[in-house]
């Protein structure tokens, strides 16, 4: 059996999800557009490759990434694979004149708002539904509940109160009906993960660009008390927005803008490790999350079937233990960051 092929338990759901997933946020026409044909050609080689895990959210290409995915897994038996959307914006029409579309290059005509409460919640949902046009969804996320995303310290303290007192008792509800399998949250920073666990009966977190080759954060406070708790992570953003991909070229990204110098530099210094052992750098970084135990899966986006490709490539390089004591040695990787065997 691969590697890609594996599963690990999510939180204590019972739900099994292979390491390898596939992050739809790029399928949403992230930064340009992607033709249809290899938009469906993506998600259908990921299928044929084994990945089994698919992720998607009402705010990528404002609906389109989710109509996208619902197009090829309805041809799947619905038992083959797991599904993980999103709660905490509902889409309206709009004009396209007037749209103001973000970092989506396409997407569809529609506009979206912010809503954790109850009613705002239930209403995503099912547009959600109407969207994927598949009739039950494994993994439901709270999305977007931090700082980075609201602007503010105060508007995230009040987005996350009004989520916990709706979005949060709609999906707890949904789980208890068994409805979905698990409930989580989807943010890029840890800090509302610390909160949610605390408040909340959380299955998992998808995490974005937090844990990963390049920086280690929660390893001190979050993922001990996701230890305690038994809650699952599953990991986007492995590569950090790119750079990790790219290594430290001109206009690498690192959180969706170009990379500061000093970025620039720790990566640099990482790749030089990894080429001394005759690693590329993105397999790296694609394999370390998954050397702690409360990691699940890894799910990178792609655009096009080669990049799902080069991802089932690079998770199964093999790569030596001396990479990661030497990355440790060099004061690259936390101390206590747990590495694959």
């Known amino acids: 059996m691969t590697e890609q092929m594996r599963t690990r338990e999510l939180g204590m759901t019972g739900l099994q999800v292979p390491v ?9 026409d992230l930064y340009s557009r992607i033709p ?44 083959s694979y797991v599904l993980s959307t999103k709660v905490g914006r509902w889409l309206e029409p709009h004009d396209p004149a007037t749209l103001d579309r973000g970092q989506w290059a396409g997407g569809l005509n529609m506009r979206w708002t912010y809503d954790y409460s109850y009613d705002g919640t239930k209403r995503a949902i099912d547009q959600t539904f109407q ?83 390049l920086e280690q954060g929660g390893l001190d406070d979050l993922l001990p008390l996701a230890e305690r708790r038994q809650i699952s992570f599953l990991l986007g953003g492995p590569f950090n ?32 490790v990894c080429r001394r052992h005759d690693v590329p750098l993105a397999a790296a970084a694609i394999q370390f999350p998954l050397g702690h135990a409360r990691v699940a899966s890894i799910v990178p986006g792609a655009v096009k079937p080669a990049e799902v490709e080069a991802n089932h490539r690079l998770m199964n390089t093999r790569i030596p233990a001396d990479l990661w004591a030497e990355l440790k040695h060099e004061g690259l990787l936390a101390e206590a960051a747990p590495v694959p065997e």
Do not use: M
């Not at 993506?42 to 084994?50: F, N, Q, V």
């Not at 602007?151 to 303290?157: F, I, L, V």
């Not at 709706?166 to 409930?183: N, S």
């Open 20 to 28: 390898l997933g596939l992050g739809g946020a790029p399928l949403g």
């Open 36 to 79: 249809e044909p290899e938009a469906l050609a993506t998600i259908e080689r990921a299928w044929e490759l084994g990945d089994r895990l698919f992720d998607t959210a009402p705010l990528y290409g404002h609906g389109l990434s989710e109509h996208r995915f619902g197009h090829v897994l309805r041809t799947k038996p619905r038992d």
């Open 131 to 213: 969207r994927l046009g598949i009739e039950r969804i494994d993994i439901l996320l709270i999305h977007d509940v931090d700082i980075w995303s609201h602007g503010s310290r105060e508007a995230y303290e009040r987005q996350l109160r009004e989520a916990i007192d709706g979005a949060y008792r709609v999906l707890d509800e949904l789980r208890a009906q068994k409805v979905i399998r698990a409930v989580g949250v989807g943010v890029n920073e840890t800090e509302p993960c610390i909160r949610f666990a605390t408040e909340c009966d959380i299955d998992c977190f998808l995490l974005a660009g937090r844990y990963t080759l």
């Open 241 to 272: 927005s790119g750079i990790l991909a790219t290594g430290p070229v001109p206009g690498a990204k690192y959180n969706y803008k170009d990379a500061p110098p000093e970025i620039l530099e720790r990566v640099r210094r990482i790749e030089a």
